[in-house]
């Protein structure tokens, strides 16, 4: 049986005594907000945070608004709150398909949005228990030098791999991070860098508090996901699209592909294919071609990464006809 290791527990009631014990406690710390990703992480010595800071008692990051301007999540609201909100199941439908897609009921009823937009990356090489990492000789991840997925790599290929990511980010979803110097609101999407273990450019200090979504008005989206089982297991492939029409044509779009990479990419070549066009069969076709182009699956997670690549041309025509079928409703 895989133990936690000893760690000290913090569990403050704001946001300004959550970043005050971070401040005193610096590197060694983490927070924590539904634990289904961090506390198995520490099981398997993934993480090895000496102190964790619990976000569940703070009432402010457990706000959810709905409001004709958009909706503001707090970062530790569960996903399966999200999941049964009746305005939100009606204004942004693909988002909550993509959070009904995450893990299994129990682990929706503990796990948060802010910990599934900062969830770890993960890698067949770095995702098993410390002494199989230990027997192999360990990954650059974590404890050692050398990336087993390619050798030769300089970087971490480990891969982003959250569900509600690619779509809240073809929503224009942003992310709002506080810390001691204050507050800044920025792009969901700059908040990803495709490096494995870098793999978020908010500092390591800065507590996530709140995905603001703008307005679903005007817009259509879809989010598909590709996974071995259907009970439930993390993307192998995922597809957020967003579209808004002008006089039937396309005035604005955004596809994002997801555990393609070590962050979520954006399918601009498929976007300018689609820009200004009708969403007949023949534009998805070639929007679904050049979104082929910056998928670069590796072969460190389930499915071979040729067969991904492919699938990916496929998923985004779905997701595609999806949103001119909506159109057309
Ligand atoms: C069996 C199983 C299946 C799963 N399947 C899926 C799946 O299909 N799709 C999927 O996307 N995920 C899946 N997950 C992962 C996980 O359950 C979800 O991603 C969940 O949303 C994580 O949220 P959490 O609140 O539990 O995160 P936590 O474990 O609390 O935190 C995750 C990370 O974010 C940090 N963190 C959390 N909140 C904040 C904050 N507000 N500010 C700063 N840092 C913070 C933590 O330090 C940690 O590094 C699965 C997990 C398990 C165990």
Redesign the pocket.
Known sequence: MMRLPRFRYFAPTSVKEALRIRAGEGPDA???????????NMKRRQ?TPKTVIG?SRIAA?RRLRARAEGLAIG??VP?SEIERHRRVRRAYPALVHAIE????PP?RN???????V???TRCNYYDQNYEWRQAIDFCMKKDGTVCWVAPGSAKCLAVQ????VPILIALGASAVLASADGEREVPLEALYADDGIRYLTKRPE????EIRVPSPVGRRSSYRKL?RRGA????VLAVGAAVRLENGRVAETRIVLGAVASAPVRASRAEAVLNGRVLDPEAIAEAAQAAAGPAKPMDNTDFSFLWRKEMTKKWVAAALADLAQAARA
Not at 32 to 38: N, S
Not at 206 to 209: A, N
Not at 232 to 235: A, I, S, V
């Open positions: 983490a927070f924590v907000a539904g634990g289904t990703d961090l506390y198995p993480q976000l990051l970062a530790a996903l897609e995450i893990s299994t682990l503990m796990g948060t949005l802010g910990g599934n900062l969830l770890d791999s959250a569900d509600s800065e507590l996530l508090t996974r439930f297991d993390f993307p």
